[in-house]
């Protein structure tokens, strides 16, 4: 079982920046897929960015000029800076992990370990 802990949401003016960390437990499988989901009210959870182990990323259009998804493979800790926030960012922010393969899903369904989540706000 792979345990992660999102922190860094918060309120922060449109504009403004955040940068989302995920602590993740160790394990031993070299081929996986770290990657941050949103959740909206009423929507289903949407794939923001992903790496893998090859360090490949994957960002959605719509943050890719504002998003950066990196990893700290020493400290096993997954970041998320978000620059240039937009009152439409606003949602709750999931890490995510999936083992065995290389391959960055965009469907949340192919990701079995979660964080709780941190929540993002931003005002205009």
């Known amino acids: 079982q792979v345990q992660l802990v999102e922190s860094g949401g918060g309120s922060v003016q449109a504009g403004g920046s955040l940068r989302l960390s995920c602590k993740t437990s160790?394990?031993?499988?070299?081929?996986?897929?770290m990657a941050w989901f949103r959740h909206f009210p009423g929507k289903e959870r949407e794939r923001v960015a992903g790496i893998d182990n090859y360090g490949t990323v994957v960002v959605v259009s719509s943050v890719k000029d504002r998003f950066t998804i990196s990893q700290d493979n020493a400290k096993n800790t997954l970041y998320l800076q978000m620059n240039s926030l937009k009152p439409e960012d606003t949602a709750m922010y999931y890490c995510?992990?999936?083992?065995?393969?290389?391959?960055?899903?965009?469907?949340?369904?192919?990701?079995?370990?979660w964080g709780q989540g941190t929540q993002v706000f931003i005002s205009a």
């Open positions: 995510a992990v999936r083992s065995g393969s290389s391959y960055c899903y965009r469907d949340p369904t192919y990701f079995p370990y």
């Open positions: 160790e394990y031993t499988d070299s081929r996986y897929c």
